[in-house]
């Protein structure tokens, strides 16, 4: 089946530095769509971006991905971090739009300090 | 806009036990799923519908029923609590994921979510 793999689980970074949390997938189909949620504490998940075309930059809220099918990925950038990006980051893959059935990565703890 | 309300916020349950979570939604969306989360393990599809009256498994299901009684509502129920098992169950909707990327469609909107504990 599909497949979403975060390779990290957490990351700690000082802020202002660059931002980059990896996100790579499995599918059979060709057309799949890629979504970033952003889960901050006490909070609900929220989409953050999404993308169905290859090599397209999507960017939202300072944060950016471009979905690469080459090498089926899907990372997540942001050019400086800031405190307030400390949250929980899923990756997630559809691989047809009308089927409902969203698969998500195991997520990434994304923790930025001062 | 709209909202996703899920009920009860906590849940206690004893092992054996059969518990309902509930949830509605007020942004007439098609498609609701019930997801569980446990730390470090990402979010798992347990059931979704992508209408009233239809269901369908996900990855989790094992262990768990599903009713959506109507388009607003959509209902979880684990059949036999484990014991000293905790998670966090999370409901959300969306209206359909169709081919049009860049409109609302294809968005997930989560309740804030049910946290379960087992004596």
């Known amino acids: 089946g599909d497949s979403v793999t975060q390779t990290e689980g957490l990351v700690t970074l000082t802020e202002g530095l660059p931002v980059m949390l990896n996100c790579t997938y499995q599918t059979i189909y060709s057309n799949p769509f890629l979504f970033w949620y952003v889960q901050h504490l006490n909070e609900s998940p929220r989409l953050l971006l999404k993308s169905f075309t290859d090599n397209k930059r999507t960017e939202h809220q300072g944060f950016h991905a471009t979905l690469h099918k080459s090498s089926s990925s899907f990372h997540l950038q942001k050019s400086s971090a800031q405190l307030s990006d400390s949250a929980l980051y899923y990756c997630?893959?559809?691989?047809?739009?009308?089927?409902?059935?969203?698969?998500f990565g195991d997520g990434t703890v994304l923790t930025v300090k001062p | 806009g709209g909202i996703i309300t899920q009920t009860p916020k906590f849940l206690i349950g004893q092992e054996g036990q059969k518990l309902t979570l509930k949830c509605q939604q007020n942004?007439?969306?098609?498609?609701m799923y019930w997801y569980r989360q446990d730390s470090g393990k990402g979010l798992r599809l347990i059931y979704y519908s992508i209408t009233e009256n239809d269901l369908q498994k996900g990855d989790l299901s094992e262990g768990y029923d599903a009713s959506r009684e109507k388009k607003s509502s959509f209902s979880l129920t684990v059949t036999s609590a484990q014991k000293n098992e905790m998670a966090v169950f999370l409901c959300?909707?969306?209206?359909?994921?169709?081919?049009?990327?860049?409109?609302?469609?294809?968005?997930?909107?989560f309740g804030a979510g049910t946290r379960l504990s087992v004596l």
């Open positions: 959300a909707s969306s209206s359909g994921l169709g081919n049009r990327i860049r409109s609302r469609q294809n968005t997930l909107y």
């Open positions: 942004f007439n969306h098609d498609t």
């Open positions: 997630a893959l559809v691989y047809r739009a009308n089927t409902g059935k969203l698969t």
